[in-house]
């Protein structure tokens, strides 16, 4: 499964990109204005930093005003992929968009449903909002599980970018579920990365070596 990082941050893009293991990027209207600055330039400095999918959402709900919308965004960048809302005009203008091979990632998707109707709209990926749905008592795990089962039984190329992802857990799941990509927030990779054996064996190691430095320095010279 391939990660991406959910955020229009650039300082965060930064650091959880010089990990070596960013494969995209995903941003929404919220994200982007949380920074407070110019769509266009956040989205180009990011295709400048990773080197993958950029998604880019457009914020009009009317067909031709989003295959507008979605056209000049993509030009921006040969790495944008147009983001579109899972919606009857969405679907339209992804149809439209994919013919002129732009790529569209279709967002706020809630069920198997609407993720086949996007993947028969020639979307390149699908996001179901495991989050959003975990807090209205659904399982949105289960969601990604029923769309990579019935994606495979079609032989469906779209992929399944896992998105409103709240929690190392919901990273895991989402690998074991069948999901191609998670988009995930910044914390929530700090979270991930992190383990108390790791740093309690690494502690142990570094004073196993200073210990024996001071004891016999010739032998553990580097
Ligand atoms: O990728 C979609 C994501 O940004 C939404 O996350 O936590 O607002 O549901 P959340």
């Known amino acids: 499964m391939k990660f991406f990082i959910d955020s229009a941050n650039i300082e965060h893009i930064k650091e959880i990109a010089s990990w070596g293991i960013l494969s995209g990027v995903t941003t929404n ?3 982007v204005a949380k920074e407070g600055k110019d769509f266009k330039q956040v989205v180009q400095q990011i295709c400048e930093i990773v080197d993958g999918s950029i998604s880019a959402e457009v914020i ?7 295959i507008e919308e979605g056209k000049e965004i993509s030009r921006w960048h040969k790495n944008v992929t147009v983001k579109l809302p899972t919606i009857p005009n969405g679907l339209s203008a992804c149809r ?9 990632n279709m967002t706020l998707c809630f069920s198997v449903n609407q993720a086949l109707m996007c993947a ?33 039984l079609h032989n469906v190329k779209t992929e399944i970018l896992s998105a409103s992802i709240r929690n190392p857990l919901h990273v895991t799941e989402s690998a074991k579920a069948g999901a191609h990509i998670a988009t995930i927030p910044y914390q929530v990779f700090k979270q991930m990365v992190q383990h108390p054996l790791t740093d309690k064996g690494l502690e142990r190691f570094l004073a196993d070596w200073n210990d024996a ?5 010739s032998v553990v010279k580097v």
Request: hydrophobic content about 40%.
């Open 29 to 31: 209207p919220s994200l």
């Open 96 to 104: 439209v968009l994919s013919n002129h091979n732009i790529k569209v």
């Open 213 to 217: 430095m001071l004891k016999k320095p």
């Open 60 to 66: 009009s709900t009317e067909t031709e005003s989003m």
């Open 120 to 152: 028969s709209a020639g979307a390149s990926y699908v996001s179901p909002f495991v989050g959003r749905l975990d807090d209205i008592n659904q399982n949105g795990i289960e969601l990604i599980k029923e769309i990579a089962e019935v994606f495979h």
